[in-house]
């Protein structure tokens, strides 16, 4: 059965930091996502990682507003993907939600292009 867990959500100050983690189980997968969904709005591609192997790296897209401040990577010993949140703003307030693909290929910011899913966690930044 697969699961994937996140953890590393909280309260904190804008300008602060947070590490999200999310640990998966039950396979290993190629593509991760992690996205977000605030109160009254859709769910929200943030960040992507894929093992690129033609280029022998991993491929990393993000969304606009969050690129250079949130970096995304994976410990493949561990089964574990990142998302290093900085100088954080109250707009990114929301539930954090880490997901997996089947598969190989590039990033993709659709949700319904995700096979996995993990139950969330919250980012609160406030003053």
């Known amino acids: 059965q697969v699961q994937l867990v996140e953890s590393g959500g909280g309260l904190v100050q804008p300008g602060d930091s947070l590490r999200l983690s999310c640990a998966a189980s039950g396979r290993t997968f190629n593509r991760y996502g992690w996205f977000r969904q605030a109160p009254g709005k859709e769910r929200e591609f943030v960040a992507a990682?894929?093992?690129?192997?033609?280029?022998?790296?991993?491929?990393?897209n993000y969304l606009d507003s969050v690129r250079g401040r949130f970096t995304i990577s994976r410990d493949n010993a561990k089964n574990t993907v990142y998302l290093q949140m900085n100088s954080l703003k109250p707009e990114d307030t929301a539930v954090y939600y880490c997901?997996?693909?089947?598969?190989?290929?590039?990033?993709?910011?659709?949700?319904?292009?995700?096979?996995?899913w993990g139950q969330g966690t919250q980012v609160t930044v406030s003053s």
């Open positions: 990682i894929s093992w690129s192997g033609g280029n022998k790296n991993y491929l990393k």
């Open positions: 997901a997996a693909r089947l598969g190989i290929g590039g990033n993709t910011p659709r949700p319904d292009d995700y096979n996995f």
